[in-house]
């Protein structure tokens, strides 16, 4: 009699129902003349028994009503205008103390890459695990929101389109940075991914896109105009490269009909 | 209600019952679907076409993927117990399930809970997690091997102490 070889991915298949009918009966020959693996099979069975046993459970509780989800939808409606009113008062002063605050006198000295794309990942490791309160001002007021930001940092600025690539501008807000007031833009994916733009002020010359890298995030850095940008996201390299390159061109190319 | 809120609505209950497994805490579950929820509206324009679902489970996967990122930045863990009271009868098995969760690594608490509780197929479980189908199958095979292994090493022990 000839018996065919079982792999331990079959098995698993077997158990979730993922094996195709024709190797059934093969497993099933298997299993029945392999002891070790029948234990095996049953054990497995036995743990999913269990899970379900102890939480399937939850799924038929009350809803609590914090998890009201047509609540949920109209709340967030009525927020958004409240944030949006605060976004144009907020603008309003702003504009009228820029002012008193614009240049502290701080001149940067070397190169600002270092310290910029340190603080940009330090705000984006802050502000990233931020659900409901990631920004100060919501994507839905874009331009009040970059006509405040650009006012603060002192240079106009631009939050990029990044619509095209699957990321929606979630809002901004003002941090400091190592050069004074910088502004700080969050985009999300559709899968809550996220992926965030720091801007402020540099001496430094025009640059193009530079790869920082640590473990788990990474950030592209380039200056445009006097103005250093940095790109920060999860560290994978080709997804943020094109994410960084498409707002390195926006920017870019509004730099040039401006300066031209 | 739009029919893309609607299949949202749906899916609530069984984002709970992920969320309370993969968490093992009523609280901290209820507050993943409470942000996944407030994520999932904000990124309704984003959503065209496919699973509603499976994109609820990627947005809580991800979401408890930072949380837990965050946690680890701190200087002191504070071990998450399992302080639900419908805990059912006095079946110590179900409370040695919940422990024997708690020690798998997360990305493997996920495939798992995904397979058996959520009852995904292995396909929809690579694009939650964002891996080939092969990872997610070693990801199983670990965590049933890990479970496996404290189940048969810890029922002895614990009647021995009795």
């Keep these: ?260 | 209600m739009s029919d893309f809120r609607q299949r949202i609505e749906q899916a609530i209950p069984a984002l709970r019952r992920y969320a309370r497994a993969l968490t093992r805490d009523t609280e901290t579950a209820d507050d993943i679907v409470q942000d996944t929820l407030v994520r999932a509206l904000r990124s309704e324009h984003l959503f065209h076409d496919g699973d509603v679902r499976a994109w609820l489970y990627t947005i809580l996967t991800n979401l408890n993927r930072n949380r837990l990122r965050s946690l680890s930045r701190r200087p002191t863990l504070t071990p998450i117990k399992d302080n639900d009271a419908a805990l059912t009868g006095p079946d110590t098995g179900s409370r040695d399930i919940a422990r024997a969760l708690d020690d798998l690594a997360e990305d493997q608490r996920a495939a798992l809970l995904l397979v058996v509780l959520e009852g995904l197929t292995y396909r929809e479980v690579a694009e939650v997690q964002g891996v080939p189908i092969g990872t997610v199958m070693s990801r199983l095979a670990r965590a049933r091997m890990q479970i496996k292994a404290y189940l048969d090493g810890e029922r002895p022990a614990l009647r021995r102490v009795k």
Excluded at chain 1, 42 to 65: F, N
């Design chain 1, 1 to 260: 009699m000839t018996e065919q070889m079982i792999s331990e991915d079959e098995l698993h298949a077997y158990v979730d129902g993922e094996l195709p009918a024709d190797r059934r009966g093969a497993v099933e020959a298997w299993l029945a003349s392999h002891a070790e693996d029948a234990a095996r099979v049953a054990a497995w069975r036995k743990q999913a028994e269990l899970i379900q046993a102890r939480y399937g459970g939850v799924a038929t509780e009350e809803v609590p009503a914090r998890l009201d989800f047509g609540r949920m939808a109209c709340r967030r409606r009525n927020r958004w205008i409240a944030a949006a009113a605060a976004a144009v008062l907020a603008a309003f002063v702003a504009g009228g103390l820029t002012g008193w605050t614009a240049r502290g006198g701080e001149t940067p000295t070397g190169s600002d890459l270092a310290r910029f794309t340190a603080d940009a990942l330090e705000a984006y490791r802050l502000y990233v695990v931020e659900v409901r309160h990631p920004v100060e001002v919501p994507g839905d007021e874009r331009p009040h929101l970059v006509q405040w930001l650009s006012k603060r940092v002192g240079s106009p600025l631009r939050a990029p389109e990044l619509e095209r690539l699957g990321l929606k501008l979630v809002g901004g807000r003002l941090l400091p940075g190592p050069t004074g007031a910088t502004a700080f833009f969050m985009y999300e994916g559709p899968s809550g991914e996220r992926f965030t733009l720091y801007c402020g002020q540099t001496s430094d010359q025009q640059t193009a896109l530079r790869y920082t890298a640590g473990s788990q995030n990474a950030a592209y850095y380039w200056v445009d105009q006097n103005v250093a940008y940095v790109l920060s996201g999860p560290a994978e390299r080709d997804k943020l490269r094109d994410i960084a390159q498409a707002a390195y061109d926006q920017i870019d190319s509004r730099s040039s009909q401006r300066g031209g």
